[in-house]
RNA sequence: CAAGCAGGCCGGGUGAUCGCUGCGGUUGAAUAGAUCGCAGAGGAAAGUCCGAACUCCACCAGGCGGGGUGCUGGGUAACGCCCAGGAGGGGUAACCCUACGGAAAGUGCAACAGAAACAUACCGCCCUUUGCAAAAAGGGUAAGGGUGAAAUGGUGAGGUAAGAGCUCACCGUCGGCCGGGUGACCGGCCGGACGUGCAAACCCCACCCGGAGCAAGACCUAAUAGGGGGCGAUGGCAUGCCUGGGCUGACCCCGGGUUGGUCGCAUGACCGCAGUGGUAACACUGCGGCUAGAUGGAUGAUCACCGCUCUGCUUUAUGCAGGGCACAGAAUUCGGCUUACAGGCCUGCUUGGGCC
RNA sequence: GUGAGUGUAGCCCAGAGGCCUAAGGCGCCAGGUUGUGGCCCUGGAUACCGAGGGUUCGAAUCCCUCCACUCACC
């Protein structure tokens, strides 16, 4: 994922934080803001609560793989954060959980 | 063949598609993009337990205090690491383990039990005196009993009233002498010299150590302030304390602003091979090689085939289906230690059994 | 990343080599008191001291290794 779609200051993470819409599910959470730009910027938060560095670092890849592939409406911050379930999941039912995310969020392209 | 011991090594592979980071070339005003090429996690990258490099505290020296290490010799930039050796302990053996200096420098502690825990005698044993006897008193003794984690060299014999290194033999310890070894230590001879344990209690002895850490530190840019207080050259400067040389002309605290970028930052006590020296750790010489550099933090995802393995069905072999493939992710960089780890490979050695 | 610290009943903590099978408070349980509950009174239970080794005759305490948690940093 290119540097410049992705969130690299704390500041906008408590942005976020601070006043975005929520949406969540079993694995995990996603945190949203319009950034008023003319593109989408995406991060990541994988505490330390979810496990060791591997496991984490393994999470957050898999996360941007699957941000990568999903079509996302442009002028949004959106931070997507771990939760503990996370660690079951696999490549495929991680892909449906955000997808499903998304769509309630009303964040999907139509012709994706 | 089985069981075991020691040392070394690997720790999934191939292909396709889609991505990420860095470096170099081309293009470009450009550290923006684009494009081509190359490179891209570990044996522990981990824990942060030691040692160093490097940077700042201006620099240097000495003392006190504090901390660390602790058989000997060597290796190393250094070490609490490694190698070799000694001693003690374990194993039939290969081999393994050890905080392994000093307790006759001093101080302290040893609960309970026990007569007594470092200076002594409860039950005993023996002798003498008194007594018809039972027993009592005085003395000798430390072999036996009992207590305890631990009881005053051990075993045997002589000796004796009973006993005792009192004497003797062997063993152990200590001291002296001689010999070997760089040394720890070993061997021999002589001498009855034979007084517990704890130093991971204080301590003594020998050696080592200034403090802080890459969020060190340097530079650039932006922004705020241009203030208040202490002190008043008898000050300040290595930051546990003190002293000397020396340096500096100021220094300290509070308050306020910023939370950006570049360098440090990847050629190194580096890796591979060969030779030489050394028992070895290791060192030297020659030739060849370049091997991650992120900063919300790259090194990935999906699919197919192969390899290993488990379960079920089937089966002469085997085949089919499904699942699993460890511990774990660089963050200034090295040398170690420690801890975690599925499975597998290689070399040498020991013991037992069988066959020739 | 670097440095520092703490682990003892459900919770907060004391202890610092033998009287420790571990003291105290809150909480818990039982009984008393009350018409009932609280307050109060009496009694009781709950810990092999974060885990594993070592030193010592003897370890919560001394030493080593590991685990978990907390804090600081320009």
Redesign the pocket.
């Known amino acids: 994922?290119?540097?410049?779609l992705?969130?690299?200051?704390?500041?906008?993470?408590?942005a976020v934080y601070e006043s975005g819409k929520a949406y969540a599910s079993y694995i995990l959470v996603i945190k949203m803001l319009p950034n008023n730009l003319e593109t989408t910027r995406v991060?990541?938060?994988?505490t330390?609560?979810i496990?060791?560095?591997?496991?984490?670092?393994?999470t957050?890849?898999?996360l941007?793989?699957?941000v990568?592939?999903v079509d996302i409406k442009t002028g949004w911050d959106i931070?997507f954060?771990a939760r503990r379930k996370i660690v079951e999941a696999?490549?495929?039912q991680l892909?449906k959980a955000i997808t499903e995310l998304l769509k309630r969020a009303d964040l999907m392209e139509q012709n994706a």
Request: aromatic share 10%; net charge positive; no cysteine.
């Open positions: 994922m290119a540097k410049k992705a969130l690299t200051r704390r500041a906008q993470y408590l991060g990541f938060s994988v330390k609560e496990g060791k560095a591997v496991i984490r670092n393994r957050k890849r898999l941007k793989e699957i990568r592939v931070v954060i696999d490549y495929h892909y």
